[in-house]
């Protein structure tokens, strides 16, 4: 699973080392060599987990999809992005969020143990 694109929709054997990476930084994170480049890719679709070759010279816009399953694999890439903040609306406007942490008076009832001779008479 690729941290660096969230979307990945297929593999590329890297035709340096012959393994399989979702992109190119995972590659370099992975291996001590620059990947090399050519012109026919190799890709393994994570949908049917089927392999295909695709030449990069005679790319069209048909060749976005698996030959096998029709799943599209050429999409805008969902990079993560680094967030702080609080999940929900303003906490000012809506205190739901908040936990209150002060003691709760206890309330007595009918089922209290300490008052049953009292009672019962």
């Known amino acids: 699973m690729c941290k660096h694109i969230l979307n990945a929709q297929v593999s590329i054997r ?3 080392c012959k393994k399989w990476f979702d992109c190119p930084e995972c590659h370099a994170e992975a ?3 620059e990947l090399r480049k050519t012109n026919e890719m190799i890709f393994l679709c994570k949908k049917c987990k089927k392999a295909f070759r695709k030449d990069v010279n ?3 816009d048909e060749d976005e999809f698996c ?3 029709d799943n ?3 999409v805008e890439a969902k990079t993560p992005v ?3 903040g609080v999940e929900g609306d303003d906490a000012r406007m809506d205190s739901r969020m908040l936990k209150d942490e002060r003691a709760k008076p206890q309330v007595s009832s009918v089922f209290d143990k ?3 001779d009292g009672r019962l008479g």
Request: charged letters at 25%; proline letters at 10%.
């Open 14 to 16: 890297a035709p340096c």
């Open 31 to 33: 291996t001590d060599h």
């Open 58 to 60: 005679d790319y069209e």
């Open 67 to 69: 030959p096998h399953c």
């Open 72 to 74: 599209h694999y050429v």
């Open 82 to 84: 680094a967030a702080l």
């Open 114 to 116: 300490d008052d049953y």
